[in-house]
């Protein structure tokens, strides 16, 4: 039995520009009719559907009946993922940097804030966060991969995080992470999903089912507020919520 993951019937799927800017458009996480979509990839309302229903057979899309319409959104979490991955991926690998995609202006304000990537936070929140964990001394390197220096041990520690790359494991400990909307890097890896934890943990952030936007709290805002200030704000747990 050959047990070697489809990557190419995935990869057609997006392989077509259309199809391509159709998942693109439902990135947000919002529901769009088809034709809605078929404007935003410039092709005919025939053409939309075909494209529409490979989008669904493949996984990637789903179709939600609303009278006699029909909705279209990104199937899983896993499919917005892998639509976004691929997304950062070409970003990074450009020479230059390109002007900002027009789509990314029509994102919901939420979205372009905080949202998760894979199992770590990413948005402008994100972004900032790792910038001033960097330039606080609690990370260094300038590379791909970060290393945890003993401040910010002592720092994390005291916010509840307090953790090693496991011995043997072949997972990143801290990693940049292109971020999509942002085009600057935000934290991923071991740590950047054990940050999270603690935000979903501790109430700064709250997760919504079927979608990879994060509402920020109250508390939220007055502990990241004290995080990204240029000062250390102290270790004592107590001072973040």
Same mark, same amino acid.
Request: with cysteine; aromatic share 6%.
């Given at each position: 039995?050959?047990?070697?993951?489809?990557?190419?019937?995935? =990869?057609?799927?997006?392989?077509?520009?259309?199809?391509?800017?159709?998942?693109?458009? #439902?990135?947000?996480?919002?529901?769009?009719? %088809?034709?809605? #979509?078929?404007f935003?990839?410039?092709?005919?309302?025939q053409?939309?559907?075909?494209?529409? %229903? *490979? $989008?669904?057979?493949?996984?990637?899309?789903? =179709?939600?009946?609303?009278?006699?319409?029909?909705?279209?959104?990104? %199937?899983? +979490?896993?499919?917005?993922?892998?639509?976004?991955? #691929?997304?950062s991926?070409?970003?990074?690998? +450009?020479? *230059? /940097?390109?002007?900002?995609?027009?789509?990314?202006?029509?994102?919901?304000? /939420?979205?372009? /804030?905080?949202?998760?990537?894979?199992?770590?936070?990413a948005?402008?929140?994100a972004?900032?966060?790792? /910038?001033?964990? #960097?330039? *606080?001394g609690?990370?260094?390197?300038?590379?791909?991969?970060?290393?945890?220096?003993?401040?910010?041990?002592?720092?994390?520690?005291?916010?509840?995080?307090?953790m090693?790359?496991?011995?043997?494991?072949?997972r990143?400990?801290?990693?940049?992470?292109?971020?999509?909307?942002?085009?600057?890097?935000?934290?991923?890896?071991?740590?950047?999903?054990?940050?999270?934890?603690?935000?979903?943990?501790?109430?700064?952030? $709250?997760? %919504?089912? +079927?979608?990879?936007?994060?509402?920020?709290?109250? *508390?939220?805002?007055?502990?990241?507020?004290?995080?990204?200030?240029?000062?250390?704000?102290?270790?004592?747990?107590r001072?973040y919520?």
């Amino acid at each position: 039995m050959d047990d070697t993951p489809d990557i190419a019937s995935i =990869a057609a799927l997006l392989a077509d520009p259309a199809r391509a800017t159709i998942a693109w458009t #439902l990135i947000d996480g919002t529901r769009r009719p %088809a034709g809605e #979509l078929a404007f935003a990839a410039n092709i005919s309302a025939q053409s939309a559907s075909a494209h529409l %229903a *490979k $989008l669904v057979d493949g996984g990637l899309l789903t =179709a939600d009946a609303q009278g006699r319409h029909r909705y279209f959104r990104i %199937a899983s +979490r896993e499919a917005a993922h892998l639509i976004e991955g #691929l997304a950062s991926f070409s970003m990074a690998t +450009r020479p *230059k /940097q390109p002007p900002p995609p027009a789509l990314v202006r029509a994102m919901p304000p /939420q979205f372009l /804030q905080a949202r998760t990537c894979y199992d770590h936070l990413a948005g402008e929140i994100a972004v900032q966060l790792l /910038q001033t964990m #960097l330039d *606080k001394g609690w990370l260094a390197g300038s590379g791909q991969d970060y290393e945890l220096t003993p401040t910010g041990r002592q720092q994390l520690a005291a916010l509840g995080v307090s953790m090693e790359s496991a011995p043997g494991s072949r997972r990143p400990f801290a990693r940049c992470c292109v971020d999509l909307t942002q085009r600057r890097p935000h934290l991923s890896g071991a740590l950047g999903a054990a940050l999270l934890a603690m935000y979903v943990s501790e109430g700064w952030v $709250l997760r %919504a089912p +079927r979608s990879r936007v994060v509402s920020i709290t109250p *508390k939220g805002h007055a502990a990241f507020a004290r995080l990204l200030t240029p000062t250390s704000a102290g270790t004592d747990r107590r001072n973040y919520g």
